[in-house]
């Protein structure tokens, strides 16, 4: 819960009813969230049914964010906020409404930091001729009312028990954060957001351009069509209905094909809304609405550094296209008819809400392969968190000191504290950056067992299997003989350090290949909702132990792992790790005809189509060495048909032919492996091989 005293209560009095009290917890905030968008939009000129779709899209697009920490609080009270901005609210209450609201915020979470930047935004557009109220058919705020009320939200921020530090700090935080190179590489969610924009390559980026000129033009042209002229129709389409059809058209690429980073559905959606307020940004420039377009630029100016930020996109978004929808939906109203118009309306959205529903029920809110994929259900999931282990630490009576990863830290300190302390948790802001530097180099990147062990006492290792974070930390404990293996399921992993008090329980020490058989009659695959309605069978978090054996140096049981998942929950990221594990293993060739099969699933994928090529050369090898050149020559023109560029596949065909006693074939695709040869490889392969070398060197080739 951070460093905000207000949150740890909540917390602490709902913990009193045990898992139910916090499920609760997690389930209301998102609740105040929800009702706090609605209210937002109502104030912003919406209509009941526009607020219920802007909803469901902004539930859609901030589930990455909506998780039982105060951050979810916070967007609740943001949208408190930005409601309150132009809300129809007397005066006299509003004075002190607004501090009372930044009083509780400052308390909550750090973000309130936010609540005074839309209170400055709004005074800076109101000094500047806004007429955003004045649209909305309420009396505007004069700027010594908006100076007061900034005034008074950022006096009610220093009520907290940090002061004028706490009212600081969260910007020095949010100045820094972007640019710390140690807080980017420690936690996922201080990255820069454009890595999101990942593989946009020269169409897409055309594209986004395109739309802002289009945005940039479009007031002219409503301009134009408006002003009346002699023999001229009035235009059949209100510029609102133009603006979001034309919206709607330059949002689909990014729903449908968007970029890879951006495969996730949340990130899609955000990104969407973002391509259709930007359309409409430009009108309400022209129509001096000036506080919507200032609070889009200013969220989307935060969310370029942190990825974290990326959730208080749609919510501003929602500011210029709830309107827009509203007013759409009155054209709709009056072509058609009351009667016809709520049919509309209520297919509308049946569009926006099921699909909401169904996204999340049927596990496909995360694009990919998600080692912690959100998941649908009351309760902890133990096959996401370190239930078992957590309960196998209590039972055992582990001693010392505990090493963890900085996403199993909250639930372990709920779990074990105060008897054990947690190494790190997801209390980002209480910890300094040098710590962060330091889990980062020494658990995460190049663990250091000895030097942790000396310099914190740690005895005891907890690994949270949905983690990738914790591979090099397996692998550094699997290959140490004073560590041992005492606990493994599918949510966690127990390591103690072996000595006089942990002996008799480091002799009960996992056999790993048994304990992934016992593990495998407990497979629980099957999504939430069933897969003819469109449910994904559950590759993750299952498959967290075929990684956990990867780790471990046990690339055999994870090929084991992959090759049995397969048959259940097939998927390309799937085959690509079983590949990889065959290799390490040295079983690819042996693997081929099961890579062969996923990419005929999955033909479009580049790195399948590597591993299947990588695979034949091994096949074509083994033909080769047990003199079967005309099954290794077979082999050759398949790698060719995958792909005709390197030289490697005309070696084989090469050699083949020379085994088989055709040497004019042989010294023909010799001279094809040479016009391929960009590096060089393949003239110091010929050299070294016994069939080759005297073959090309017959044939006038440089030795």
Request: hydrophobic share 50%; net charge positive; aromatic share 6%.
């Amino acid at each position: 819960v951070e460093d905000k005293w207000l949150a740890c209560v909540a917390v602490a009095l709902l913990n009193a009813g045990g898992e139910g009290g916090l499920m609760a917890y997690q389930i209301l905030l998102c609740v105040a969230a929800a009702c706090a968008w609605y209210g937002m939009q109502r104030a912003w000129g919406a209509s009941p049914r526009v607020a219920v779709a802007g909803v469901a899209l902004a539930l859609l697009a901030c589930a990455f964010r909506l998780e039982p920490r105060p951050d979810t609080a916070s967007h609740a009270l943001l949208a408190l906020v930005l409601g309150l901005a132009v809300a129809d609210v007397p005066w006299r209450r509003l004075r002190w409404l607004v501090p009372l609201v930044m009083a509780l915020w400052a308390n909550v979470h750090g973000y309130f930091i936010n609540g005074i930047l839309v209170l400055a935004a709004a005074a800076a557009c109101t000094l500047l001729g806004d007429r955003t109220e004045t649209r909305l058919g309420r009396v505007p705020r004069t700027p010594a009312e908006r100076l007061v009320l900034l005034g008074l939200g950022t006096g009610a921020c220093l009520l907290q028990p940090q002061g004028w530090r706490g009212v600081v700090y969260p910007l020095w935080q949010l100045a820094n954060l972007g640019s710390d190179a140690t807080l980017q590489g420690a936690i996922q969610e201080f990255t820069p957001s454009t890595t999101l924009l990942a593989g946009m390559g020269a169409g897409r980026t055309v594209l986004l351009v395109s739309v802002a000129l289009t945005a940039l033009i479009l007031p002219v042209l409503a301009r134009r069509a408006a002003t009346p002229r002699r023999g001229r129709t009035p235009p059949a389409l209100p510029a609102a209905v133009l603006r979001q059809g034309i919206a709607v058209a330059a949002a689909l690429p990014w729903l449908l094909a968007p970029p890879a980073g951006l495969q996730s559905v949340p990130y899609r959606v955000t990104f969407a809304l973002l391509v259709m307020a930007v359309i409409e940004l430009p009108t309400l420039l022209v129509q001096r609405r000036l506080l919507a377009p200032t609070i889009v630029a200013g969220f989307t100016t935060l969310a370029v550094p942190l990825v974290r930020n990326v959730a208080l996109v749609p919510p501003a978004t929602l500011l210029v296209l709830a309107p827009a929808w509203t007013e759409c939906g009155a054209w709709v109203r009056e072509r058609l008819g009351m009667r016809r118009a709520r049919a509309v309306a209520a297919a509308a959205l049946l569009v926006v809400v099921l699909p909401v529903v169904w996204l999340r029920l049927s596990d496909r809110m995360n694009a990919g392969m998600v080692r912690a994929p959100l998941r649908t259900g009351w309760g902890v999931d133990a096959e996401r968190f370190p239930v078992g282990a957590a309960d196998f630490i209590v039972r055992e009576h582990l001693p010392g000191p505990l090493l963890n990863n900085f996403d199993s830290g909250g639930y372990l300190l709920y779990r074990l504290y105060p008897d054990h302390r947690v190494f790190i948790a997801g209390s980002t802001s209480m910890y300094p950056a040098s710590f962060l530097a330091t889990y980062r180099g020494s658990v995460v990147t190049e663990p250091r067992l000895d030097a942790l062990r000396a310099t914190y006492g740690t005895e005891m290792v907890v690994i949270d299997l949905a983690s990738p974070a914790t591979a090099a930390l397996v692998e550094r404990l699997s290959a140490a003989s004073d560590w041992a293996l005492v606990f493994l399921d599918t949510g966690g992993a127990v390591f103690v350090h072996v000595d006089d008090r942990t002996q008799a329980l480091a002799a009960r020490r996992v056999d790993l290949g048994a304990r992934l058989r016992e593990l495998a009659a407990t497979e629980r695959t099957r999504p939430a909702l069933p897969v003819a309605l469109g449910g994904v069978p559950l590759v993750f978090p299952r498959f967290n132990l075929g990684m956990f054996a990867f780790a471990a140096g046990r690339p055999d049981l994870t090929l084991r792992e992959a090759r049995r998942l397969w048959d259940v929950a097939p998927h390309e990221d799937l085959a690509l790790d079983e590949a990889e594990a065959a290799r390490r293993a040295g079983l690819l060739a042996d693997d081929l005809p099961r890579l062969e099969a996923a990419l005929a699933a999955y033909p479009a994928s580049r790195d399948l189509r590597t591993l299947v090529t990588l695979a034949l050369a091994f096949h074509a090898d083994e033909r080769l060495q047990a003199g079967a050149p005309r099954e290794a020559a077979d082999d050759a023109r398949r790698m060719i048909a995958l792909d005709p560029a390197p030289c490697g596949p005309y070696l084989v065909l090469a050699k083949a032919a020379a085994l088989a006693g055709d040497l004019g074939g042989a010294r023909r695709s010799l001279d094809d492996a040479r016009r391929r040869d960009g590096d060089g490889t393949c003239a110091r392969s010929i050299r070294a091989d016994p069939v080759l070398g005297p073959l090309a060197g017959a044939a006038g080739a440089p030795s």
